[in-house]
């Protein structure tokens, strides 16, 4: 007879939940931490708990986390808490200050009331980009998409070639399936990430190639190129290139300038 035996976390308290990147594997997924109980268990029932800790940043797809004793993530809130009772009322007087007091808010007092604070400061901080998109930033990453997205227009309006908003924008269209929108969205991108946009656009590349948009295909083609020129050397980009070309009548290949 095999004795199941051994230890692991239950009781979760004040989850959060954030996707965003791993710290630990660097793929963007579900981040969640909460406090925990760690208990011996047999046959998995629990049988004596061994104290109470911090789990934070729990990756849904590599299962890595970071773990704080129980005493020190109450010091850790302790001081969130007071950072914030001190705060409040100078806390809107410039965008740094501002971001710096709705992630602590975010992480020591939840949701709701984070939500308050970030309302505040869409109309505090109306004509300052950078706090705008943080903020929309800030409710794509807790699941609220559509929330979000009147704080990505607005930054848009303000700076049309703004990476996240832009990026944030393509993705939107993606998820309805709009090819043709989400590539004219994507290559307004100032600076588009390796990481998180190289993927995205080279398969939107061939997907609208397929779909027998070439022209759009093409136009951001020479888009990745511009922003990534080591793409020219990837065998996918130079084959879709090589095929719209081809259906365009394009002599002079993009990829010659490389
Ligand atoms: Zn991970």
């Known amino acids: 007879m095999i004795i199941i035996w051994g230890t692991y976390h239950l ?7 954030h996707n965003d990147t791993c710290p630990h594997c660097g793929a963007f997924s579900r981040l969640e931490s909460h406090e925990a109980t760690h208990f011996f268990h047999l046959y998995y029932i629990p049988l004596i708990p061994l104290g109470k ?47 710096a007091y709705h992630e602590m808010v975010d992480r020591f007092k939840g949701l709701p009331a984070a939500r308050e ?10 004509e300052q980009p950078e706090v705008l998109a943080y903020l929309g930033n800030w409710f ?5 998409r559509n ?10 309006e303000l700076d049309p070639t703004h990476t996240l908003a832009n990026r944030f924008k393509g993705h939107t269209y993606l998820n309805q399936k709009d090819l043709v929108n989400a590539a004219l969205q994507f290559a307004r991108m100032e600076t588009p990430d390796t990481v998180l946009d190289f993927q995205v656009l080279l398969k939107l590349a061939i997907d609208l190639n ?4 070439p022209e759009e295909s093409y ?9 990534f020129p080591a793409a020219a050397k990837n065998s996918q980009v130079k084959s879709t290139i090589k095929s719209v070309e081809k259906k365009l009548g394009i002599q002079e290949s993009a990829l010659g300038a490389w």
């Open 210 to 213: 397929k779909a027998n948009y």
């Open 219 to 227: 136009k951001l083609m020479v888009y990745m190129l511009d922003k």
């Open 11 to 17: 009781m979760k308290n004040n989850p959060r939940v």
């Open 117 to 126: 604070v970030a309302q505040i400061m869409r109309t505090e901080f109306a």
């Open 53 to 99: 800790k911090r789990i934070e940043s729990k990756c849904s797809r590599c299962n890595k986390y970071m773990t704080m004793s129980y005493k020190d993530w109450v010091k850790v809130k302790a001081a969130g808490e007071s950072f914030i009772a001190e705060n409040a009322q100078v806390a809107f007087q410039d965008p740094a200050n501002a971001i």
């Open 147 to 156: 929330e979000a997205v009147p704080y990505f227009d607005r930054v848009i």
């Open 140 to 144: 794509r990453s807790v699941g609220l």
